[in-house]
């Protein structure tokens, strides 16, 4: 069998732009900076992801990437998830956050080198069985209530039938309000607050917001990984957490207290497809929800 030696582990910053709405989105340039990596054995390549979400910079974790590489580079390539933890190991004492996030971008280039040597479809190595997934319409920031209402009837007006924004938490409120007026309870509607909130303005805002059927409150609560005041809000309204879990017994934890009613693990952050593999079976073992968090792309 032909020996495959890693060659080269090279980021890649990239800038695909996102469609300009009508009105114009806040975050415009933010969410168009891409970094991607690539992981080349025997002139077959794989490409990875990370989303670079610290500092808003690409090139900070780019930087990390490169000093994975002396590590990676001219070693035999094995399963992905060996090297994830012998990269877990090596990070081992500060090792989340951006090292992660890096992490996540290698080891999802690994499976897909792995694809690829094999020759076959990724999504037949992890057992694919759904040909189509549900998506939504994940709107940027706007200036006032008014522009991002606009923009959910112009968004809905594609087909979309579900809507996520990203209003302040100073506004978040009347937006609901204008697009349950403008479109009625025919779409669902999601907010995503960023942690913005401590839990007492969270718990008033739950059941402030509660009438309006929110399908989700994501990430109301500031740390995101505050479990037990999660749970207090999620028992208010379905909260949607995990973009911001960079550990797989994270998960765990939120599992055991059913402290969310959707679980969002972001392949680009957690740690790529190794970890990302291990979540799932978790929730669909405890019949939990999965809603991925994918970052934005259109």
Same mark, same amino acid.
């Given at each position: 069998?032909?020996?495959?030696?890693? +060659?080269?582990?090279?980021?890649? %910053?990239?800038?695909?732009?996102?469609?300009e709405?009508?009105?114009?989105?806040e975050?415009?340039?933010?969410?168009?900076?891409?970094?991607?990596?690539? %992981?080349? +054995?025997?002139?077959?390549?794989?490409?990875?992801? %990370?989303? +670079?979400?610290?500092?808003?910079?690409?090139n900070?974790?780019?930087?990390?990437? /490169?000093?994975?590489?002396?590590? $990676?580079?001219?070693?035999?390539?094995?399963?992905p998830?060996?090297?994830?933890?012998? $990269?877990?190991?090596?990070?081992?004492?500060?090792?989340?956050?951006?090292?992660?996030?890096?992490?996540?971008?290698?080891?999802?280039? #690994?499976?897909?080198?792995?694809?690829?040597?094999?020759?076959?479809?990724?999504?037949?190595?992890?057992?694919k069985?759904?040909?189509?997934?549900? /998506?939504?319409?994940s709107l940027?920031?706007?200036?006032?209530?008014?522009?991002?209402?606009k923009?959910?009837?112009? %968004? +809905?007006?594609?087909?979309?039938?579900m809507?996520?924004?990203?209003?302040?938490?100073?506004?978040?409120?009347?937006?609901?309000?204008?697009? /349950?007026?403008? $479109?009625?309870?025919?779409i669902? #509607?999601?907010?995503?607050?960023?942690?913005?909130?401590?839990l007492?303005?969270?718990?008033?805002f739950?059941?402030?917001?509660?009438?309006?059927?929110?399908?989700?409150?994501?990430?109301?609560i500031?740390p995101?990984?505050? #479990?037990?005041?999660?749970?207090?809000?999620?028992?208010?309204?379905?909260?949607?957490?995990?973009?911001?879990?960079?550990?797989?017994?994270?998960?765990?934890?939120a599992?055991?207290?059913?402290?969310?009613t959707?679980?969002?693990?972001d392949?680009?952050?957690?740690?790529?497809?190794?970890?990302?593999?291990?979540?799932?079976?978790? $929730?669909?073992?405890?019949?939990?929800?999965?809603?991925?968090?994918?970052?934005?792309?259109?």
């Amino acid at each position: 069998m032909e020996s495959h030696i890693i +060659s080269d582990v090279i980021p890649i %910053i990239s800038s695909i732009p996102l469609n300009e709405t009508i009105p114009k989105q806040e975050w415009l340039d933010e969410w168009s900076k891409q970094l991607f990596v690539k %992981i080349c +054995s025997n002139h077959t390549c794989g490409w990875g992801e %990370i989303l +670079s979400a610290a500092f808003n910079s690409p090139n900070f974790y780019a930087d990390i990437v /490169r000093r994975f590489e002396p590590f $990676l580079k001219n070693i035999e390539f094995t399963e992905p998830n060996i090297i994830w933890e012998k $990269l877990r190991k090596l990070t081992f004492s500060g090792g989340y956050g951006p090292i992660i996030g890096a992490i996540s971008g290698i080891d999802i280039a #690994l499976w897909d080198l792995k694809a690829r040597i094999s020759n076959v479809y990724l999504g037949d190595i992890l057992g694919k069985n759904e040909n189509s997934v549900i /998506r939504y319409a994940s709107l940027s920031r706007y200036a006032n209530p008014d522009k991002v209402s606009k923009a959910s009837i112009n %968004i +809905s007006k594609m087909g979309f039938e579900m809507i996520k924004l990203h209003q302040t938490k100073d506004d978040t409120l009347e937006s609901v309000k204008k697009i /349950r007026e403008k $479109l009625g309870y025919s779409i669902d #509607l999601m907010v995503d607050m960023n942690c913005s909130m401590k839990l007492e303005e969270a718990i008033q805002f739950a059941n402030s917001v509660q009438k309006y059927e929110l399908k989700w409150l994501e990430e109301p609560i500031w740390p995101p990984d505050d #479990l037990a005041s999660l749970k207090k809000v999620n028992d208010i309204i379905p909260v949607a957490a995990g973009e911001n879990f960079f550990s797989y017994y994270t998960f765990e934890k939120a599992v055991q207290m059913d402290a969310l009613t959707y679980f969002q693990p972001d392949v680009t952050k957690i740690g790529g497809l190794t970890p990302t593999l291990k979540i799932i079976d978790l $929730l669909k073992k405890n019949n939990k929800k999965l809603a991925f968090h994918n970052r934005p792309h259109n």
